[in-house]
């Protein structure tokens, strides 16, 4: 090799050691225009978009908008949707409760409940919190301990919305799309089903409808799963949807129902939960109890019934536990549902209450009726092979007052109750020595 053919390789050997320790330069982007960086923001499930100052209230809420006046006026234009927060009502607790109102085949089934929890709407500036209130830890205001546990209870924050405009009262008006069409963890399904992802372009809102003392929308929600590559475990959560399976691989568009119902302004007076006695309950840890380490409370869940005449050893009640027939119901067994039902007026007339419990078949022709609403409690009759049935309920979680127990009644829980009484009254009742039963049997 000659000197100059040395001296070129070494020039570059050089050249390739300095090109491998300084990276390309990267190519400038150019800058995005502001309205796209906001846009880009928003579509982002559970991102704030930047903050923004508020907008005269004819331009945000045009005339266009179509108006439903209710707890809070809900204003829509074309696919956006907007809360006109009266003040009186901020700051106030609610009871948020989501359900899977309709799903796909396989993946559950319409009316269970995914969460609940207590939130309430606050203004900071120009913007709103949706916050969750936690009663799981507790202490008297009045008490010093109480700042210790406010401290270390402190309300989470579900979504931050700009304010978009402001009314000549100073009531704020916000957008909430997003809050009902993007993945948000709190009131989601997809962790629930075991789904992968939330599509958004197959998502959308179908309704929203204020009443006066709750809102309720109805969402149309596609999961979708990606399958689980041989050998490797699955990362999505097992499920635990009772009767139902994780969805398999590919869509499943649901449909989830939001109900937010405003919390009782005087709450009922709890009662402590006895061992001896069965009930579900409501439990918190009490810090202002007088004790050497703190108890935990427990109140026993109920309903509330007050009596019309207090002074009446017995009286209907102010409000009666009312429960509807699903229309789901095979025609011929709504009636006897419907005695189920009021066959334990006997033991609330032991308590000092007449008619306190009642059965009423759904209004199949009230549009404004909708089976998820939480104040309806509804059996609803499902299409499943579970020789079973169960009962949640929805409560205060102040005081443990029940707002709502739905019934899931499931199809073949009628095999279990002829394999029961065939075992045990064959012997006695004629009628129950030939399959099937008959129908006044069963």
């Not at 069409?181 to 399904?189: K, R, Y």
């Not at 045990?424 to 009742?429: A, E, K, N, Y």
């Amino acid at each position: 090799m000659t000197r100059f053919s040395r001296l070129v390789l070494i020039s570059c050997c050089a050249a390739a050691v300095a090109l491998s320790q300084d990276p390309p330069p990267t190519p400038q982007e150019p800058s995005a225009p502001a309205g796209a960086a906001a846009a880009a923001a928003a579509a982002r499930p559970g991102m704030t978009p930047p903050s923004q100052d508020p907008q005269p209230y004819d331009k945000v809420i045009t005339k266009d908008a179509k108006t439903k006046k209710g707890l809070f006026l809900v204003h829509q234009i074309k696919d956006k949707f907007y809360y006109e927060i009266p003040k009186a009502e901020l700051n106030k607790e609610f009871l948020w409760n989501s359900q899977i109102a309709r799903t796909t085949l396989g993946v559950g089934y319409g009316g269970q409940q995914l969460t609940e929890r207590v939130v309430r709407w606050e203004l900071a500036g120009n913007k709103v919190h949706l916050r969750e209130i936690n009663y799981d830890v507790v202490a008297d205001p009045k008490t010093p301990i109480s700042l210790a546990v406010k401290a270390a209870n402190n309300d989470t924050i579900i979504m931050t919305f700009p304010v978009a405009a402001f009314n000549k009262d100073g009531d704020p008006v916000v957008e909430v799309t997003r809050l009902f069409s993007t993945d948000v963890q709190e009131i989601g399904a997809r962790q629930r089903l075991g789904a992968t992802m939330l599509d958004a372009t197959r998502s959308a809102i179908e309704r929203i409808s204020p009443y006066p003392e709750n809102i309720e929308v109805e969402a149309s929600m596609t999961y979708t799963r990606t399958p689980t590559p041989a050998g490797m475990p699955s990362s999505s959560p097992m499920p635990i949807v009772m009767g139902g399976s994780q969805m398999r691989p590919g869509s499943a568009t649901v449909v989830l129902h939001h109900s937010m119902v405003k919390l009782p302004e005087k709450p009922m007076m709890p009662r402590v939960f006895d061992e001896r006695v069965g009930f579900f309950t409501e439990n918190k840890m009490d810090y202002s109890k007088d004790e050497h380490r703190a108890p935990r409370v427990r109140y026993i869940a109920r309903w509330r019934l007050e009596k019309k005449d207090p002074s009446a050893a017995v009286s209907e009640p102010v409000k009666p536990i009312v429960y509807y027939i699903d229309a789901a119901t095979p025609t011929k067994w709504v009636p006897w549902m419907k005695k189920g039902v009021e066959d334990w007026q006997a033991a609330f007339e032991a308590a000092g209450f007449k008619n306190a419990i009642i059965a009423k078949e759904v209004p199949v022709n009230d549009p404004d009726f909708i089976s998820e609403d939480v104040r309806h409690s509804v059996i609803r009759w499902l299409p499943s092979t579970i020789e079973n049935a169960m009962g949640p309920n929805i409560h205060d979680p102040r005081t443990g007052e029940i707002l709502n127990a739905p019934i899931q009644f499931y199809h073949n829980i009628m095999n279990l109750q002829r394999s029961w009484y065939f075992l045990q009254v064959g012997p006695l009742d004629p009628r129950a020595q030939k399959m099937p039963l008959p129908d006044d049997l069963m």
